[in-house]
């Protein structure tokens, strides 16, 4: 079964960075998609970014393009989303999910899409 922990959240001023890591166990992630998705409180979840793991292709939501950037480290069955520029409207929870399925930025950004999540991590802007 698998498994996914997040990791790397805190509290970070407005402009700074924040790298978040979605670590695997149970089943190594090839050919699993890999979402990250952020919730703010009295909002719906939102995905802000997806890769395959396959072959790195990956996606954004337009709200983070060119401040946040997808990652895989097949050795480490870990993702990554680094985090720059941060702003106090990307304070919320966010969560890693995997779907073994093939990639397409279509779906990817579904949170009904996936099967599998983590717990989620605390990522706070403020000054």
């Known amino acids: 079964q698998l498994k996914l922990v997040e990791s790397g959240g805190g509290l970070v001023q407005p402009g700074g960075s924040l790298r978040l890591s979605c670590a695997a166990s149970?089943?190594?992630?090839?050919?699993?998609?890999i979402g990250w998705f952020r919730q703010a409180p009295g909002k719906e979840r939102e995905g802000v970014s997806c890769i395959s793991s396959s072959d790195g292709s990956s996606s954004y939501a337009d709200s983070v393009k060119g401040r946040f950037t997808i990652s895989r480290d097949k050795t480490k069955n870990t993702v990554y989303l680094q985090m720059n520029n941060l702003k106090p409207e990307n304070t919320a929870i966010y969560y890693c999910?995997?779907?073994?399925?093939?990639?397409?930025?279509?779906?990817?950004?579904?949170?009904?899409?996936?099967?599998?999540w983590g717990q989620g991590t605390q990522v706070t802007v403020s000054s």
């Open positions: 999910a995997a779907e073994y399925r093939r990639y397409s930025s279509s779906w990817c950004f579904g949170a009904s899409e996936y099967d599998n």
């Open positions: 149970g089943l190594t992630l090839d050919s699993y998609v």
